[in-house]
């Protein structure tokens, strides 16, 4: 796949860019370990301080990022807009909160004295350079909520983004640069997929984490294993939406548009199956539907729109594959369900009733705007649902019941679950999922450990 910019909304190429090659890349990785030789040894309050500026730089830069962002990869350019801006408050987030997570642990006394200690503390040392391979969707956050953990814990970042977006990945590394972090403490490598397992396997580079599809999880995982190095992997989702009788069917479906759309439905934590109780069934699917159906699909850059474009060409083709898949084999179309004629990798918002095993939707992840009605006969069968499926990323559940929420807690196969509302991530809260969702967490006191020497230090008596 080329390094370019491929404007979604109509197919035009408007930049490209040439791979780094060898020599640069072996200048990038040296440049990188001589900058995390220095920075690991820097105070967290000069890390605060250089973090705190790179975000007041964002504030300012909101809203050329965001139109870069939505010509890029076709995000409805306010949701741009408010992804940088959320990006700006995780980075004051940890700029405040890193010296506290990542504090000494002192062991109690007792514990101390009966391994003939003095005292026990357990501290947080940094790795080193860890490479971040990120994907498209959310191309500023998802880089973001990785690199300010990490470089406030004394590491330094590699980021290789996804090929169709190059401006947002270069202006990741300008920002930090702009923002006085010493050359080499976050640089973005210019590279195709090929390229990524000779990184990952220089020695300089100790860990590694990947937001995308879960092949490439699989291919980093590969290698990171082969060379004993730490990961962390945040794949794809088909997170489940369970309402339950006692829920406020109203605001459940209005919530689930939501839900389902963000982000033009390009979001591994986007709803995906609404497995709704067959008591209040035939109502929620009849507002969630007229609310899918009265979305504004048009040009990202218009701030009426509420569906932009596809991010690519084969993505599409790859949504419509499944439904077409799901049509065949008996699915019910409640709307939506064909591609639009015109210019633009556009897919209609689309609802699709009586889902069943044979169907390709079933088991695999919808990443478009595409959402899949299940009817639940009982609580016992809306969590057979929802964990029928590889996925274990997040899921919502929509109950008044306390005893069916505890159910839901204790049940669900999933990294989050959500309660009378739609999943959503924030730097104080861990993220990340089970199953072929992935492992590992990003974000809290969780997320910056990750990349972090956990070592203990014994003090004799």
């Given at each position: ?269 986007a709803a995906k199956r609404f497995i709704v109780h067959a008591d209040v069934f035939d109502a929620f699917a009849e507002a969630f539907t007229a609310g899918m159906r009265a979305l504004r699909t048009g040009d990202p ?161």
């Amino acid at each position: 796949m080329p390094i370019a910019t491929v404007n979604p909304a109509n197919g035009e190429t408007l930049k490209t860019y040439d791979a780094l090659g060898a020599e640069e890349i072996e200048h990038r990785l040296a440049t990188a370990e001589a900058a995390y030789r220095a920075h690991r040894t820097t105070s967290y309050a000069d890390r605060a301080r250089l973090l705190r500026r790179a975000a007041d730089l964002l504030d300012e830069d909101v809203p050329e990022i965001g139109r870069v962002m939505t010509t890029e990869m076709g995000k409805p350019v306010k949701q741009a807009r408010a992804e940088a801006a959320k990006c700006a408050k995780a980075m004051r987030w940890y700029a405040d909160h890193a010296e506290e997570l990542l504090a000494d642990e002192v062991a109690p006394e007792s514990a101390a004295r009966d391994s003939g200690a003095s005292r026990v503390l357990v501290r947080y040392r940094p790795l080193g350079p860890v490479l971040a391979v990120m994907p498209w969707n959310f191309p500023l956050w998802q880089v973001v909520r990785f690199a300010a953990p990490a470089l406030m814990a004394g590491n330094v970042g590699l980021l290789k983004h996804a090929s169709n977006v190059p401006q947002t990945a270069l202006y990741l590394e300008d920002l930090f640069r702009r923002a006085g972090f010493p050359e080499g403490c976050f640089q973005t490598l210019l590279i195709g997929s090929g390229a990524v397992e000779g990184v990952l396997r220089d020695p300089r580079v100790r860990a590694a984490t990947l937001t995308g599809s879960e092949p490439a999880g699989r291919a980093v995982a590969s290698v990171a294993g082969d060379e004993v190095k730490k990961t962390v992997l945040e794949l794809g989702g088909s997170d489940p939406y369970v309402v339950m009788p006692s829920a406020d069917v109203g605001a459940a479906a209005r919530t689930a548009v939501t839900a389902r759309v963000q982000n033009n439905g390009q979001s591994c934590i986007a709803a995906k199956r609404f497995i709704v109780h067959a008591d209040v069934f035939d109502a929620f699917a009849e507002a969630f539907t007229a609310g899918m159906r009265a979305l504004r699909t048009g040009d990202p850059q218009e701030e009426e729109t509420d569906i932009g474009p596809l991010a690519t060409e084969q993505g599409r083709a790859d949504l419509e594959e499944l439904v077409d898949d799901a049509v065949e084999n008996g699915a019910t179309v409640l709307c939506g369900g064909e591609r639009p004629d015109g210019p633009g990798w556009y897919y209609p918002p689309t609802v699709l009733a009586d889902i069943t095993p044979a169907m390709r939707v079933h088991q695999e992840e919808a990443f478009g705007p595409v959402a899949t009605l299940y009817r639940a006969a009982d609580l016992d069968e809306a969590v057979s649902l929802a964990n029928d499926t590889p996925f274990g990323l997040s899921s919502n559940v929509w109950t008044r019941d306390e005893a069916e929420v505890e159910r839901f807690v204790r049940d669900l196969e999933a990294g989050g679950v959500f309660v009378n509302g739609m999943t959503a991530s924030h730097p104080a809260f861990p993220f990340g999922g089970v199953k072929r969702s992935g492992y590992g967490r990003e974000l809290s006191g969780h997320g910056i450990r990750e990349f972090c020497n956990i070592t203990t230090v014994w003090h004799g008596a």
